[in-house]
């Protein structure tokens, strides 16, 4: 039961312009999302979260958007820049005692030409 | 670098031996958590401990214990060794064990782990 679902594997996405990951899950008890960056043989690089109390969060060139109706989130970077080409990661958890027990999804590649 | 230190960050040993994978989370981070990439599995919890208690259990097999000690760092023990416990383990720390404000989880660089 895959409770977190990055649908598209890979996007390419030309310098500049905007790049937009999404991520749907299906646990309606998930009260936080994190998106993490990754390269292969790296730890994850937290880049951005958002509680369910909130549906945006912004943080220089990546904002996050969380759609609870939908149980969908989605990562806007803008403007995309090459070093952004990576693995990125979508995560979400419970509070309570069970906070930092996080489940991911299976990550999307993104690449950005120049 | 996202202060949390794991150590050794590559490990080749044999099937049935044991081995022990040390983690010092952030400095101040009271909480620990143990994850799991392998290739077909993607990233899985393992176990979270909260100053020195166990908190939360994951898909974690019998087969691997942990603990943290009273300096905050952590071990993840892992004996019996299979050839598919071969994966890389990520250490990652936070300062509060519960809540919803600063939500934020910072990973070691992880243990490559290859049992042959």
């Not at chain 1, 312009?17 to 009260?31: E, G, P």
């Not at chain 2, 942990?66 to 994966?87: I, R, T, V, Y």
Request: net charge negative; hydrophobic share 30%.
């Amino acid at each position: 039961d895959q409770q977190v679902k990055q649908n598209s594997p890979s996007l390419s996405v030309q310098e500049g312009r905007i790049s937009i990951l999404n991520c749907d899950y299906t646990n309606s008890m998930f009260d936080y999302f994190l998106w993490y960056k990754k390269y292969p043989a790296e730890g994850p690089t937290f880049l951005i979260s958002i509680s369910s109390i909130k549906d945006k969060n912004e943080d220089g060139r990546f904002t996050v958007f969380l759609n609870k109706s939908a149980k969908h989130l989605s990562l806007h970077i803008v403007p995309s820049q090459p070093g952004d080409s990576a693995v990125y990661f979508c995560a979400s958890g419970t509070g309570g005692t069970s906070y930092g027990k996080l489940t991911f999804g299976q990550g999307t590649i993104l690449t950005v030409h120049p | 670098d996202s202060g949390v230190t794991q150590t050794p960050k590559h490990l080749i040993t044999a099937t049935g031996q044991r081995v022990t994978l040390r983690c010092s989370p952030r400095s101040g981070d009271l909480s620990v958590y143990w994850y799991q990439q392998s290739l077909d599995q993607g990233l899985q919890f393992l176990i979270q401990y909260y100053n020195g208690e166990e908190r939360a259990k994951g898909n974690i097999l019998e087969r691997f214990s942990a603990q943290q000690f009273p300096d905050l760092h952590s071990e993840l023990n892992l004996s019996s060794l299979e050839l598919g416990d071969s994966a890389l383990y990520f250490c990652a720390s936070s300062p509060q064990s519960s809540g919803l404000s600063g939500n934020t989880i910072y990973f070691g660089e992880g243990s490559w782990l290859t049992v042959v």
